[in-house]
């Protein structure tokens, strides 16, 4: 089946400009993450959707982050007013909702995003 | 809190070599536990999993065990190749709502 996918793959903006990222979790995932890669660096949890429950944005560095998540599927990253230190890779992944046995996170392939 | 921390890399090695990739964690309750691999410009893979103490994940020869006792979750693998070369991950989920725990990464060099 379908894995997760991210649009775009590549963005290339100018400091002050919005941007906006998009995932699209795998059919049927209720919990979709939001997660951050510098270059050669770990991953930084960013904002964690789950079912209809009120996401956990703890790990948002801003103000100028914001994430959705319409009708349980779809998911917008958002970052206003972009910096260079927001270059990085962005990376979505979903996992079903857990429960007894806890399940994988399956991971998109990443937008990486350059700003100028 | 909740974490995982994973042994400092960069690790390299010769081809054929064995590999023990430390890895411990910090969590209340049962978590799972799971190791995932990047390749060089790839995104993130499930390598193998363990939901509960005692178990041991493999996969493509790499192996783990779920140690409560020693709240670790050490990868392993007898023979290494060169196309092991990539950096891995070490993470945890728990709750109800399977939240996720990272460690930093650790990146392997395998040399032929």
């Known amino acids: 089946g379908a894995g997760v996918s991210q649009s775009p793959s590549n963005k290339v903006t100018e400091k002050g400009k919005d941007v906006e990222l998009r995932c699209d979790p795998i059919?049927?995932?209720?919990?979709l993450y939001w997660y951050r890669q510098s270059l050669g660096q770990g991953l930084e949890f960013l904002i964690y959707?789950?079912?209809?429950?009120?996401?956990?944005k703890s790990g948002l560095p801003s103000d100028r982050f914001s994430a959705e998540r319409t009708g349980g599927s779809v998911s917008t990253l958002t970052i206003q007013r972009t910096q260079q230190e927001d270059s990085a890779v962005y990376l979505c992944a979903s996992s079903g909702s857990g429960g007894a046995i806890r399940e994988a996170q399956y991971f998109g392939p990443g937008t990486r995003l350059t700003v100028l | 809190g909740d974490s995982v921390t994973q042994m400092e890399g960069p690790v390299t090695l010769s081809e054929e070599a064995c590999l023990t990739i430390?890895?411990?964690?910090?969590?209340?309750?049962?978590?799972?536990l799971f190791w995932y691999v990047q390749y060089p410009g790839e995104g993130l893979q499930l390598l193998l999993k363990?939901?509960?103490?005692?178990d041991k994940g493999s996969n493509k020869g790499f192996e783990a065990t779920y140690r409560k006792e020693t709240t670790s979750f050490h990868l392993e693998k007898g023979s290494v190749q060169v196309s092991d070369s990539a950096v891995y991950f070490c993470a945890l989920s728990k709750g109800n709502f399977n939240k996720f725990y990272f460690g930093s990464g650790t990146k392997l060099n395998v040399k032929p």
């Open positions: 059919s049927g995932h209720t919990a």
């Open positions: 959707f789950q079912g209809n429950s009120a996401p956990d």
């Open positions: 430390n890895c411990t964690y910090t969590a209340t309750g049962y978590p799972s």
């Open positions: 363990a939901t509960k103490a005692d």
